[in-house]
């Protein structure tokens, strides 16, 4: 019998999306500890005998293939979650994550590095998709930008206490095996507390569910939870001009942020001088900073609407390309402060901007029916441009040094403009979605 107690909802709600932020930013501590431990890993393949640029561009390998193990799964785990629930998803990758760190701590060569790294990014990628679906079923489209605002904050708030949790640990003495240890232990007990909590729908607690966005490209079919098969749930996202947009801009989005989160520490330490555990803390600027962005944009999309979200991705990227420029060829010499004030300048102009595409806008195209899977491919699509995040740019760093990656960076933001210019005329002379046709 469902209640419709909206005191009784609005609590659960609360909860719901505590755990999820929680969470989803214990993810995190298994996934920022490679980068912040990546000078210390470098270091200590040198002292193995490995020159220390060739050590940088094995293990840019490893990021770069686990990221590509990431996109792939994003593409997977989307469609298992709208057919087997976001609950299941969320707890799943928590789990793989935990004991694939445990993997990477134990293992002493690249081969297990790569393989248990490429297994943890695999097993997280059920993650972000699980909470798309979980929220798509907790909260009313009127709410989608506000709370995936919200939920953003757990890869963002999240990642920079996690930052600033392993440079405590780091400047306390833990060796980088250590900081993997704990980092798993923490995503154990958080994986415990949600499987305790964590409800899929609110119908678990005799309430009914929120209504979804009737703009979303299924009509009708979008309330319903479960999808009527495979090719119904991805004939009308791939139909959808609008979403081919948005995927391209996840494209450029994602290589540039992947960039910052994989080697800020390692820049910090090479261009400000900056020791291992200061390094840590000073790039979690970069997460908290696109959390306040991402707190604003959320505000903003509420009100603004959806030709609103276009114009702010399109000013954010514009933005986003000329502080790249300006990082990548200033003289830092008078102060080192500089480039830690500008990589979080990049966060502020453009995370918040980037949240909208595999959270609001997702939903809006997917409705309950196939917004994880939306959002799947959304951000499987940008993951395969974080793919160049590792290798390539080690390589761009050896040979161009940081002032040609970032110069490459601000080429990335400059052109994925243009998918943002193309998305905000589509969305301008569109008033609504393409709304599938009914299906007998």
Known sequence: MKKNNPEHLLRWQILTVLLMVVGYAGYYLCRSDFSVT????????????????DAKIRLGAVASLATLAYAFGKFVSGGLADFRGGRHNFLAGMAGSVLCTVMFALGGSLPVFTIAWMGNRLVQSMGWVGMVKISSRWFSYSTYGTVMGVISLSYLFGDAASRWF??????????????????????????????????????????????????????????????????LLLAPLLHSPAFWFVCLLSLGFTLVREVFNTWTPTYFTEVVHLSPDAAA???????????????????????????????LILVGLALTAGTLLVLGHASFRPSSALPVILVAVVAFVMIGPYSYLAGAIGLDFGGKQGSATACGIIDGIGYLGGFLAGDSVARIVKYSGWQGAFTALAGVAALSSVAAVLYLVNQRRAPALVVAPEQS
């Open 38 to 53: 990546l000078p210390l890993i470098i270091k200590e393949l040198a002292v193995g005998g490995l020159d220390p640029a």
């Open 166 to 231: 392993m440079g405590w640990l780091l400047h306390h003495g833990l060796g980088w095996r250590q900081v993997f240890f704990v980092a798993a232990g923490v995503l154990f007990a958080i994986f415990l507390l949600n499987a305790l909590l964590l409800k899929e729908t609110p119908e678990r607690i005799g309430e009914p569910e929120p209504e979804t966005n009737p703009l979303n490209v299924f009509g009708e079919r979008g309330e319903d939870a479960r999808p009527p098969g495979l090719r």
């Open 281 to 311: 803390d000073k790039s979690a600027l970069f997460p908290l900073f696109g959390g306040v962005s991402v707190l604003l944009a959320g505000f903003l999309s509420d009100r603004l609407g959806r030709g609103g979200r276009a114009t």
